[in-house]
């Protein structure tokens, strides 16, 4: 009785390699937007420092010099601040002596962000934004 020899078969097939090629296709269309998304919301910390950062020096200048818009206050209204990582551009409003608004808007690529859009700070601890998301997720 003749033997039967089995042949190996090297390589994947071309099912296989479509199958692979489709799971690897879902998968990049679930990752990226979600990547994209989640370093959005990262760069929206640098919209919270430069805020704060500036808050703290005016609530310096009202503490010496009794005023946020003081002549020795170095900074004034209509000030524009560029974040750390150039993502947002704070706005510095100071329309009398007691009151305040700094608005941070975002830049290049951050300018994507529809959830938040641009944040806000009063004088007064009042925190907003432009976008549709929650504000406490914005902030």
Known sequence: MPMMRRSHQQGFSLIELVVVMGIAAILT???VPSYQQSVIKGRRAEA???INDTAQRLERCYTQFGAYDADDCPIDDAD???SQGGFYT???DIPDAATYTLTADPEGAQAD???CGSLSLT????RDRTGTDDLERCW
């Not at 004088?123 to 009042?126: D, I, L, P």
């Open 113 to 115: 962000d529809d959830k």
């Open 29 to 31: 269309m679930i990752a």
């Open 80 to 82: 524009e601040i560029l």
């Open 48 to 50: 919270r420092v430069v």
């Open 123 to 126: 004088n007064t601890g009042v």
């Open 90 to 92: 704070l706005t510095v």
